[in-house]
Nanobody
């Protein structure tokens, strides 16, 4: 049984950093395309960053240059390093994975079939 778990969320001041972690049981991240999505109150869940099985990464325009997604194949972990956080980054952040091989990062939530429960990130101004 596959289980995906996010951690690392919290309250941070604008301009500060935060690192989210994603762990999984029942799957090996190096064999899965993985992504971070976020959902703010009253808004649709949106793509933030993704990494394909080959290691290709892609980012939403709103986070380019501030967020970095990495994968540790030894620890079987995925991370999202968030720097220069803004109040508009406040949302529940979700880690998602799909076994379907992809060279280019998929940005649609419909492409991912394994999801964590989410972790809250709140950025105060």
């Amino acid at each position: 049984q596959v289980q995906v778990v996010e951690s690392g969320g919290g309250l941070v001041q604008a301009g500060g950093p935060l690192r989210l972690s994603c762990s999984a049981s029942g799957l090996t991240f190096s064999n899965y395309a993985t992504a971070w999505f976020r959902q703010a109150p009253g808004k649709e869940r949106e793509f933030v960053a993704g990494i394909s099985q080959s290691g290709t990464t892609n980012y939403a325009d709103s986070v380019k240059g501030r967020f970095t997604m990495t994968r540790d194949n030894v620890k079987n972990m995925v991370y999202l390093q968030m720097n220069s956080l803004k109040p508009e980054d406040t949302a529940v952040y979700y880690c998602a994975a799909t076994r379907t091989y992809t060279f280019a990062v998929k940005i649609s939530r419909n492409e991912y079939n394994y999801w964590g429960q989410g972790t809250q990130v709140t950025v105060s101004s």
